[in-house]
């Protein structure tokens, strides 16, 4: 099973190109339900590092994203206090695919089908890369973090959770 080194465009990466936002690539071997840990382990980087794309909604369905650290979870309950919703619940498989236009599993914040208010981890924008999907399954891109306040208007917000610890 040789596979193409190449990895052609998506709409994430049309977008960043697009923007002048620089952007490292990074295929891996997508693994059902493998997730951030699956991919931060075969690319050999930091799990926190890792950012997953999350597409919820509020209690009025409107669709929201939230770009979280790879090994934390989101207290929705948080994320409504702060976001000023009532209630925030992730969505359906379908409802994610068909608002944000990429497979679940494959979700960039960048070029949604629809445009989404974007609410990132405050945690995230320290690190000068963060890995995110690039819009494929088995494909992360590195990119600074600032590119989702600058180009999503991302609006920094804390309500991971799970721990990091920190290595010394």
Same mark, same amino acid.
């Not at 944000?100 to 497979?103: A, K, Q, R």
């Not at 690039?134 to 990119?143: E, H, T």
């Given at each position: 099973?040789a596979? &193409?080194?190449?990895v052609?465009?998506t =709409?994430?990466t049309?977008?960043?190109?697009?923007?002048?936002? +620089?952007?490292?690539? /990074? @295929?891996?071997?997508y693994?059902d339900?493998?997730?951030?840990?699956?991919?931060?382990?075969?690319? &050999?980087?930091d799990?926190?590092?890792?950012?997953?794309?999350?597409?919820?909604?509020?209690?009025?369905?409107h +669709?929201?994203?939230v770009?979280? /650290?790879? &090994?934390?979870?989101?207290?929705?309950?948080?994320?409504?206090?702060?976001?000023?919703?009532?209630?925030?619940? +992730?969505?359906?498989?379908?409802?994610a695919?068909?608002h944000?236009?990429?497979?679940v599993?494959?979700?960039s +914040?960048?070029a949604?089908r629809?445009?989404? =208010?974007?609410w990132?981890?405050?945690?995230? *924008? &320290?690190? =000068?890369?963060i890995?995110?999907n690039?819009?494929?399954?088995?494909? *992360?891109?590195?990119?600074s =973090?600032s590119?989702?306040?600058t *180009? *999503?208007d991302?609006? @920094?917000?804390t309500v991971?959770?799970?721990?990091?610890?920190?290595?010394?």
């Open positions: 099973m596979k &193409d080194k190449h052609s465009e =709409p994430a049309q977008f960043l190109k697009k923007n002048k936002i +620089p952007f490292s690539e /990074h @295929p891996y071997h693994v339900h493998g997730g951030a840990t699956e991919a931060a382990q075969q690319l &050999d980087v799990l926190h590092q890792v950012a997953k794309t999350l597409i919820m909604e509020d209690e009025h369905a +669709p929201l994203i770009v979280m /650290h790879g &090994d934390c979870e989101v207290s929705t309950k948080n994320l409504a206090r702060q976001t000023g919703a009532k209630k925030v619940a +992730p969505c359906t498989v379908e409802t695919q068909k944000s236009g990429y497979l599993g494959g979700t +914040p960048f949604t629809k445009k989404m =208010p974007v990132v981890e405050a945690s995230l *924008l &320290d690190y =000068p890369v890995y995110l690039g819009g494929r399954r088995g494909y *992360l891109i590195g990119v =973090p590119a989702l306040t *180009l *999503l991302a609006k @920094p917000v991971g959770l799970g721990s990091h610890t920190s290595r010394g």
